[in-house]
């Protein structure tokens, strides 16, 4: 709320909870633009998969030091440019990520 004119706290707050986990506002509150489409679905997808692999090479039947490597779901990754951050990301950063170009 700027000069007394906008919207409510009470009712943007709302609005923000409000938002799909997968959505760009929740990926940039979860640490950057990588996160974009990674809701709580897909992060459990990625777990189950590793679990997954982890337990077929824990429990096959291979010759000794020969079990398969079995590759890691992509999960996002930061960038090198941006560097990892101290303090929690407030509703004003979070803007100003969305509106820069």
Do not use: C
Not at 28 to 56: F, I, K, M, P, Q
């Amino acid at each position: 709320m700027v000069e007394g004119r906008g919207p409510a706290p009470r009712l943007a707050l709302a609005l923000a909870l409000g938002l799909p986990d997968t959505s760009l506002t929740s990926a940039l509150a979860s640490g950057g633009r990588e996160h974009y489409g990674w809701g709580v679905d897909r992060h459990l997808a990625a777990d189950t998969y590793d679990a997954l692999n982890a337990n077929t090479r824990a429990t096959g039947n291979w010759k000794k030091g020969k079990s398969p490597d079995f590759p890691a779901w992509p999960r996002p990754k930061r960038t090198a440019a941006e560097p990892e951050q101290k303090k929690p990301v407030s509703v004003a950063d979070i803007f100003h990520r969305l509106t820069r170009r």
